[in-house]
Nanobody, 124 residues
Framework: QVQLVESGGGLVQAGGSLRLSCAAS????????MGWFRQAPGKEREFVAT????????YYADSVKGRFTISTDNTKNTVYLQMNSLKPEDTAVYYC?????????????????WGEGTLVTVSS
């Protein structure tokens, strides 16, 4: 059974940094694209970033490009999201996701598994 478990969320001031982690089990990590989505209160879930499970190729939403970095540690089956220069509008529940290899972009409809989410709150 595939499990994605996020951690690392919390409260941070604007301009600060957080690193989210997603530990994956029950799958061959390098056989999938791994990504992050987020959902702010009252809004739809939106794409944040994705990476080939084997590493290397990445893709970001315009709203986080240059501030967020997605990476993997294949020895730990873990994907990370380093978030710098955080803004209050980054406040959301962040979800880890996986999809089949192919197009590096990831839409909600392509997601095979979701994590439970971790809350990130950025205060102004």
């Amino acid at each position: 059974q595939v499990q994605l478990v996020e951690s690392g969320g919390g409260l941070v001031q604007a301009g600060g940094s957080l690193r989210l982690s997603c530990a994956a089990s029950g799958l061959t990590f390098s056989s999938y694209n791994m990504g992050w989505f987020r959902q702010a209160p009252g809004k739809e879930r939106e794409f944040v970033a994705t990476i080939r499970g084997s590493g290397g190729i990445t893709y970001y939403a315009d709203s986080v490009k240059g501030r967020f970095t997605i990476s993997t540690d294949n020895t730990k089956n873990t994907v990370y999201l380093q978030m710098n220069s955080l803004k209050p509008e980054d406040t959301a529940v962040y979800y880890c996701a996986r999809s089949r290899l192919g197009d590096i972009t990831m839409s909600s409809s392509q997601v095979l598994s979701w994590g439970e989410g971790t809350l990130v709150t950025v205060s102004s």
